[in-house]
């Protein structure tokens, strides 16, 4: 896929997770972790939406200048289950294919620290991917970033909803930055160059 096309529209680069203090540090809440790291980046500040139940940034993701990518950050507001209308609704409103969104989110299958990046597919159960998925179709960039799987009996409910450990966490600033990484690697050299260098 040509990045540059079509030229007048954005990324659309969705964090998912939940709303509320009280979900800031849960494993579920990584992608909302990474779209703050990319919006400080870019010199952005989250603000509401219009009438979508989100917040957005715009800016520039990648080099300064016209090498950059036009981009748009997006956390939905309306709590994981939910996040594919805003998603849907900031896409038409955008004019955004496919192509050029991204969901950056916590992967039960892939090892704490470690990130997988593709195009497509099925949701393994993650409401957010599957509520993004039944709003506009399954064709749209993952950069999936491994949380484990729940240790012993715990559900994966409890597990994903709970803050990172404390171990977790002497990483998680590391593995935060890595992925902010891998999706300005994804949106301006292409998801081949991304997967090379990122999928580890």
């Given amino acids: ?5 079509p030229a ?19 494993r579920h809440n990584i992608g909302f972790m990474v ?21 957005v940034v715009e800016g520039r993701i990648g080099p300064v200048g016209p090498a950059g990518r036009r981009a748009v950050l997006v956390k939905p507001m309306s709590f994981m289950n939910l996040s594919g209308g805003p998603v849907n609704a900031l896409r038409d409103f955008y004019k955004v ?14 090892d704490y ?12 159960g993650h409401n957010g991917l599957k509520s993004m998925t039944k709003a506009m179709g399954p064709d749209y960039h993952r950069v999936r970033c ?6 012993g009996r715990m559900q994966v409910a409890d597990f994903v909803l709970k803050d990172f450990s ?16 891998a999706v300005e690697c994804l949106v301006t050299e292409g998801l081949e160059r991304a997967q090379g260098t990122y999928n580890s």
Wanted: aromatic fraction near 6%; charge should be negative; glycine fraction near 12%.
């Fill in 97 to 110: 294919p496919a192509a050029q969104i991204v969901a950056v989110h916590d992967e039960l299958d892939i």
């Fill in 35 to 55: 779209a703050d790291l990319l919006a400080e980046r870019i010199g952005g500040r989250f603000k509401r939406a219009g009438k979508a139940q989100a917040q």
């Fill in 166 to 181: 404390s171990a977790e966490r002497k990483e998680l600033d590391w593995f935060v930055d890595r992925a902010a990484d």
């Fill in 8 to 26: 007048n529209a954005p990324w659309l680069i969705v964090g998912l997770g939940n709303p509320g203090p009280e979900y800031a540090m849960n």
């Fill in 113 to 124: 620290g470690t990130l997988r990046l593709k195009l497509g597919g099925g949701d393994n």
């Fill in 146 to 151: 491994g949380i484990g799987r729940p240790p």
């Fill in 1 to 5: 896929m040509d990045v540059t096309t």
